[in-house]
């Protein structure tokens, strides 16, 4: 079987993890390596990643996580943040973003338009700059824990959390970056449970 359908196969939802299991500190660092290299929209990169490893962290951010047992039970707690404020179309970060590829000056300033006209057309009608971010960062979150899932490491990815205690827990300024999606990682304890897929016939269409 190819090699990433068998980690998707082992994927699940972990939602009992044991928390005398820990990750290796070297597979730990492959799975957010592999966040880092994730892709995103136009190559801007707008996020950042916060490892929880220590058990007071994750005791602290518990009630802001609708006290779910993942976030105590797992091994790490990554918390994927947004950065909206640096992808702006007149950043200074979109501006460095652009000329690290080596292009002349023409060149740059021909991204920075088709950039600037992407967001007035495509982006602002639809979603604000922290929803785009966070549509990149998701990327990021599969990646993790397929990567993951390749290692036989559990993860359980978490949207029940409030917003705005999360973000105060962890003493960000949402000037600068908001909390996106949080994924916990560990090991399962027990056997894992059962998960549902619509059918193929369903959902996959070729034309």
Known sequence: MNKVLEALNFRHACKQFDPEKKIPKDKLDEIVECARLSPSSFGMEAWKFLILESDEIKQKIRPACWDQAQITDSSHVIVILSTPALVGKDSEHVKKMFARRGLDADAVNAYLQRYADFHKNEREPYMSEYAWCCKQCYIALANIMSAAAAENIDSCPIEGFDKNALEQT?????????????????????????????????IINYR
């Not at 962890?170 to 449970?193: C, F, I, N």
């Open 170 to 202: 962890l003493e960000l300024d949402p000037e600068k970056e908001q909390v996106s999606v949080v994924v916990a990682l560990g090991y399962r304890a027990g056997a894992q449970t059962p998960r549902f897929r619509r059918d193929a016939s369903e």
